[in-house]
């Protein structure tokens, strides 16, 4: 006889995700784009990208596990390893953006550089949702296997169904004499 199950926490559904995925995201987002700029006037303005970038994936990927994709628990490392790819291409794109305003545009404003950097944030954002989704934090079903097969054992073992309903019969395999 077995104990009933708890029911698991619902999962958040796309549209649900997605605008959680906005607010914790954006939220970081934002706060990083007043960050990179304030750690830039004491570095080159990529490295402080990628430091900025660092700790928002780390924060971001804590968040998105507990309450965007509502996992029930913290992401483990492999989580973590493959949110990190996909904020390096977030990285990519943001750090690209800015060197092209720069190309064209020497000395743009800080309106303009945030506008330009908020602007390549959210877009690469979106791509980030998806991997994250379908990918990252995605439900891995588990091989069911039918309830009427016991899994393979050694020839010679017994089970402990054995010693009250009679010897264990191996099921056939192609490595065993057939008993027929």
């Known amino acids: 006889m077995s104990s009933p199950s708890l029911p698991s926490p619902s999962k958040p559904g796309p549209l649900s995700s997605f605008a959680r995925f906005v607010v914790c995201g954006g939220g970081v987002g934002l706060l990083s784009s007043a960050a ?26 804590e968040l998105h596990a507990l309450f965007t994709f509502g996992t029930g628990r913290r992401p483990g490392l492999r989580q973590h390893l493959q949110s990190s790819g996909s904020a390096v291409a977030a990285y990519l794109a943001t750090t690209s953006a800015m060197l092209v305003l720069h190309a064209v545009q020497p000395s743009p404003t800080l309106l303009r ?41 050694p020839l010679g073992t017994l089970s402990v169904n054995a010693l009250t309903t009679g010897p264990h019969v191996p099921a056939y395999s192609p490595m065993t004499p057939s008993l027929v």
């Open 36 to 61: 990179v700029p304030l750690l830039a006037t004491t570095m080159p303005w990529a490295l402080a990208n990628a430091l900025i970038t660092v700790a928002s994936t780390l924060l971001c990927t």
């Open 113 to 153: 550089e945030q506008a330009v950097y908020l602007t390549a944030s959210g877009l690469a954002g979106i791509g980030r949702f998806l991997v994250l989704r379908l990918f990252v934090f995605a439900e891995r079903k588990k091989q069911a296997t039918p309830a009427n097969v016991a899994p393979a054992r």
